[in-house]
T-cell receptor, first 107, second 115 residues
């Protein structure tokens, strides 16, 4: 079992839909990253959080340390949000990545 | 301000040949990371530097991989000799505040194909 599990692996939705991507982890962590990777492109850090909730534009990230779970939400999704979203956790001075969720938003 | 710069963007080599990748982090970023990303997988840390010191190289295959960060700025990652299974994207990232506190900024990566 991977230390960081993401669900779903693939998600296709219509433009405008509310999107939720989940990340569960099995180790104690000090912080969690949400990253975005476009096809053929580099990785962009969206959020780094260790508790509660953070919001940036249409993106919201939440984390529940007790339940070892984080979610990334996208409101009013747009085709340009199509990308792979990766969750990564920091624990024991290591950064461990999930395998990503491939999101496709259809116009 | 320029982001993390990596070169080359693409490299195709035959197996058993050597290859080197170069990374220039964001100015002032003390922490530098090298990752390997296989197709359909998340990145995997190879080595992390704090300034010129390699503080975590536990996942670097030291029989064929080496890295250096002379003067604590630019870094190179080398593979010698390359094997077919080394085909992947090699990503460099940097941050200003260390693993626990710093947002990481990624370069565009070097896509290596070993034939």
């Amino acid at each position: 079992k991977n230390e960081v599990e993401q669900s779903p692996q693939n998600l296709t939705a219509q433009e405008g839909e509310f999107i939720t991507i989940n990340c569960s982890y099995s180790v104690g962590i000090s912080a969690l990253h949400w990253l975005q990777q476009h096809p053929g492109g580099g990785i962009v850090s969206l959020f780094m959080l260790s508790s509660g909730k953070k919001k940036h534009g249409r993106l919201i990230a939440t984390i529940n340390i007790q339940e070892k779970h984080s979610s990334l939400h996208i409101t009013a999704s747009h085709p340009r949000d199509s990308a792979v979203y990766i969750c990564a956790v920091i624990g024991n001075e290591k950064l461990t990545f999930g395998t990503g969720t491939r999101l496709t938003i259809i116009p | 301000e320029a982001g993390v710069v990596q070169s080359p963007r693409y490299k195709i080599i035959e197996k058993k040949q050597p290859v080197a990748f170069w990374c220039n982090p964001i100015s002032g970023h003390n922490t530098l990371y090298w990752y390997r990303q296989n197709l359909g997988q998340g990145p995997e840390l190879l080595i992390r530097y704090e300034n010129e010191e390699a503080v975590d190289d536990s996942q670097l295959p030291k029989d064929r991989f080496s890295a250096e960060r002379l003067k604590g700025v630019d870094s190179t990652l080398k593979i010698q000799p390359a094997e077919l299974g080394d085909s992947a994207v090699y990503l460099c990232a940097s941050s200003s505040a260390g693993l626990e506190h710093g947002i990481q900024y990624f370069g565009a990566g070097t896509r290596l194909s070993v034939l």
